[in-house]
Every structure is written in C-alpha cells, then in structure tokens.
C-alpha cells in the first residue's frame, strides 16, 4: 500500500498505471456540512498496485489522476459509480471513460436489487468486508494506519470481484444490457444541476399554476444560493419553507414574515428581499412556460387490475431471466404503463423492451394471459377465439 502526497508521486503512478487494462477505483468523501462533496482520499487497485491518493495534501495537483480517468484504453471499475463519477465530473468537468459499476453488472447478473458491496465480496470471493471504519471523517487529518487500510480494502476486493463479475456477464450474454446502464453514467448531463430544474427534486403538490410558478423560481434561487456558499440546501432554506412560500406567494417581507416556516432573522437578512424578488418573479410568469401540473388521480378499478397484473408478469420475467426486478421497471412504471397507452419509460426501451414492456402491452391488450403451471408463473398466448393455450 502507498500513500501519494505529492503531484510528482501521482504523475509516476499514474503513467504506471496507464499500462493496466483496467484499474479498480473509489474515493471517500465529505458532503454534511457541503453543497459540493469534498473529496478526501483516492484509491485505485491494478495488478500489484495498491495506491491512495491524499486528495487534501497541500500543494498536489490531481490532473494526473484526471488524465488517467479520460484514457480510454484503461477500463475504470467502480462499485456503485454514481456519486464517484459525480465528483470527477465537478472537480474536473469530464466523467471517466470507459467505466463498468460493479453493483450494476450484478444485478444484470441476477444478484438481486442495490446489491450491496459486503453481500457480493461474500458471495464471490468470500471475504468477510470490514465496516468499521465506514463513516469516519475523512477529512481529518492525519489519516490513522485503520483508516488507510480499510480505505484500500475497498480497491482491493473491487479488483478481485471484477474479473467474475465479467465472466459471468459474459456467459450470460447481456452484454449489452449493461453498455445501456452506463451509457447513462457516462452522459455528462447526468451529472449537471442546472438551477432551473431544481423544483423538479422537489417532492411536493402545489395546488395551482401560479404557486407552480413561485416554486420554480424560488427552488431555482435557493439552488443558486447553496452552489455559490458551497452549503447544503437547507442551510439557506428548508423544503417546507419553500412549499409554505409556494402556496402562499407572500409579496411583502410582512408576509413573508408571517408564515411559521420563516424565522424573523431570515426575513431581516438579505435573503428575506431576495426571496420576494424571487416570487415576484414567479408571478410574473408567462403561464405557458409553466408545466402542466399532473393530478395524481386515483387509478380506476380497470387500471389497478392492470397494475396488478403487470406486477405478477415483471416478477415472473424477472425471475426467468435472473435479474432484479428494480432495474427493469419500478412500481411507478407499472402505474404509467397500466395508465397510459403508449408510455414514454425506460422500461419500453432497449433490453428492457424486448424483455418486458413488449409483453407488458400485449398483456394490456390481451394479447397475453398469465397461469400458474407447476408451481411457476408462465405468460401464454391468448388464440383468436380468446383461449390460451
């Protein structure tokens, strides 16, 4: 194991590095008390070598580490890559190409759903994985001898599990199914948080267009706000101050004042008058730029029927083909499938398609009936005359 504190150290590993097919990759993080997440520590597993890059060491420059992450001809293995890739992505502006996310490939390999990291060092290496040192402060420093070797445990196991996860996707011959998945971690617009979209995150009903309108506006400057301070979110306004703000379109700092989610230091600081602007700014609006707002009504009895079914054949499918249910379709596909006549879902696209959304319609239609022989779900045809077969 090696500890890289300088950009000279790194600029030689690197290129050492650049030789392998592929390196196995992690990083450990900080992000409580942070709009951004601060990264605190690199580690990267090839071969015989076994590196952690101390991210925070004074003077070190990680372009080499960057450089090394866009060479194609170097495979980057993470496990669960989403939020590695989203801190490359804002410290260097690219995401690392090519990758493979360990935790996808299992699941394609019919591992299970979110399969964790210590259940699959288990099941195929059968290594028992040490978690105690998972929710230290990274950003300390120095970092213990305990914390280090945990750190490049992570790489390790990751560069021994690689090998059979790749074996088994290629038996499998689903190859194609995972180039899909990381087709998506691999799109820059992944990972770029654009202001305006921000009320989109949101989980809560506005009751008209106009209160639509605020929340856009207010969630957008709230988001400028926690990117500019580098804090997280609710440090510059809580979730149901900006509902309460929403529905209420206060247009004076009295009446922002008055809404109990606001507290009176608020609405004497800058942010209070900032905040008015904002709502004024949503009721100004050109109401054709504001979204349609989607009731969600109760389905009828047909539809939940329809659900209700399309769950039983998604189980069904997804144990035929050995692969989690999650990652072909979720419940709120279903609902939009047993909804709407030609849904626009991933689960109609691709892999997931031809596995499942191509049946899933014909069951709609009645195309498809389900039945129960020797114990297991089967889909059969249904005949001209109604009959299956």
């Not at 995401?95 to 990291?117: K, L």
């Not at 050995?322 to 709407?340: C, F, H, M, Y």
Request: proline share 5%.
């Amino acid at each position: 194991m090696r500890l890289i504190t300088t950009t000279e150290e790194l600029a030689s590993a690197s290129a050492e590095l650049a030789s392998h097919p592929f390196i196995a990759v992690d990083t450990e993080f900080m992000r409580e008390q942070t709009f951004w997440p601060k990264l605190c520590l690199i580690q990267i597993a090839a071969g015989e070598h076994e590196l952690l890059i101390d991210t925070l060491a004074p003077g070190i420059d990680l372009a080499p580490f960057f450089d090394l992450m866009n060479d194609e001809s170097v495979l980057k293995v993470f496990h669960s890559a989403r939020q590695d890739v989203e801190i490359m992505h804002h410290l260097a502006g690219q995401v690392p190409q090519p990758i493979f996310d360990t935790q996808v490939a299992a699941m394609v390999c019919g591992f299970g759903e979110s399969v964790g990291y210590g259940m699959l060092v288990k099941r195929l290496l059968n290594r028992n994985l040490d978690k105690t040192s998972r929710f230290t402060d990274w950003s300390r420093r120095p970092l213990s001898e305990k914390q280090l070797t945990y750190a490049i445990g992570d790489v390790t196991h990751l560069r021994d599990l690689f090998p059979k996860l790749r074996s088994q996707l290629d038996e499998s011959g689903r190859e194609s199914w995972l180039r899909e998945e990381m087709a998506v971690l691999t799109d820059p617009g992944t990972y770029e948080l654009h202001p305006e979209n921000a009320w989109k995150r949101l989980k809560m009903r506005t009751k008209t267009p106009k209160a639509l309108a605020v929340l856009m506006e207010v969630a957008a400057w709230r988001e400028r706000e926690a990117q500019h301070q580098d804090v997280p979110r609710s440090r510059i306004l809580k979730d149901d101050a900006l509902h309460d703000i929403a529905n209420q379109a206060p247009r004076s700092l009295d009446d922002l004042g008055a809404l109990r989610s606001i507290h009176n230091g608020f609405v004497r600081s800058p942010r209070g008058r900032s905040v008015i602007e904002a709502v004024e700014r949503g009721l100004e609006r050109d109401p054709k730029s504001v979204p349609r707002i989607q009731r969600n009504e109760p389905m009828t009895p047909e539809a939940t029927a329809i659900f209700d079914l399309l769950r039983v054949l998604l189980k069904a499918t997804a144990g035929h083909h050995g692969v989690a249910p999650k990652l072909i379709a979720t419940s709120d596909d279903l609902e939009q499938i047993a909804r709407q006549d030609e849904p626009d879902l991933a689960a109609m696209k691709g892999w997931r398609g031809m596995l499942f959304g191509e049946q899933a319609l014909k069951l709609k239609r009645g195309e498809l009936s389900l039945a129960v022989r020797d114990g297991e779900v089967s889909v059969l045809p249904v005949n001209g005359d109604g009959t299956s077969d």
